[in-house]
C-alpha cells in the first residue's frame, strides 16, 4: 500500500480489525520508510451496475457520489457519519440485490431519496429539491405538505 506521507510502496500492517457490520476490514499501516503510521479500508469488490445518465452515457456506480449527496442532504442535522454510511452500503447492497448490469441514475436517486424520507424529514426535502429540480414554488410547497402529513410523494 503506497504511504500516504512520503509516496513508497512499502507498509506493514500494523493491526487488522473487521467492522462492525463485517463489511470491511480495517488496517493500521506503517511505511518502511518514513515510519509514519495510516489507516486503510479493505472491502469486497462486487460486481455493481453502470449506471445509465439522462444523456445515455453509461459510467461505473460511484460510491462517493451517492454518500456526497447524502451527506450534503443531511448537513448540519442530526444524523451520524455512521447512518450515512449504512444508508450508501444498504442502498448499494439493493443494487447489488437486483443483478441488473445496468441501471438509470433515476432509480438511484429515487433509492435515496426514500433512504432520506425514512431518515430525516428536512434532509429529505433537500434533496428532493434538488433532485426533483423544481421549476416553481408551488412545487416545493406540494412537496413540504405531502412530507406533513406523510403521504407518498408522487414522481416526477
Known amino acids: 500500500m503506497k504511504c500516504p506521507f512520503c509516496g513508497d510502496p512499502e507498509s506493514k500492517v500494523i493491526d487488522s480489525r473487521v467492522s462492525k457490520d463485517g463489511g470491511m476490514i480495517r488496517r ?16 469486497v469488490e462486487e460486481m455493481l451496475p453502470l449506471v445509465v445518465k439522462k444523456d445515455g452515457r453509461r459510467e461505473p456506480y460511484d460510491r462517493n457520489k451517492v454518500v ?44 435515496v431519496m426514500l433512504a432520506l424520507k425514512e431518515l430525516d424529514d428536512v434532509a429529505y426535502v433537500r434533496f428532493a ?8 414554488i408551488g412545487e416545493f410547497v406540494d412537496l413540504i405538505q405531502n412530507v406533513e402529513s406523510k403521504t407518498d410523494i408522487p414522481s416526477s
Open 28 to 43: 493500521r499501516r506503517e511505511c518502511e520508510v518514513c515510519q509514519k503510521r495510516f489507516t486503510t479500508y479493505e472491502r
Open 68 to 111: 456526497t449527496g447524502l451527506k450534503k442532504a443531511c448537513e448540519k442535522r442530526p444524523i451520524s457519519v455512521d447512518t450515512i454510511e449504512k444508508t450508501a452500503n444498504d442502498i448499494e447492497a439493493g443494487l447489488i440485490e437486483a443483478g441488473e448490469s445496468e441501471i438509470p441514475a433515476s432509480q438511484i436517486g429515487e433509492r
Open 129 to 136: 429539491s434538488v433532485y426533483r429540480s423544481f421549476t416553481d
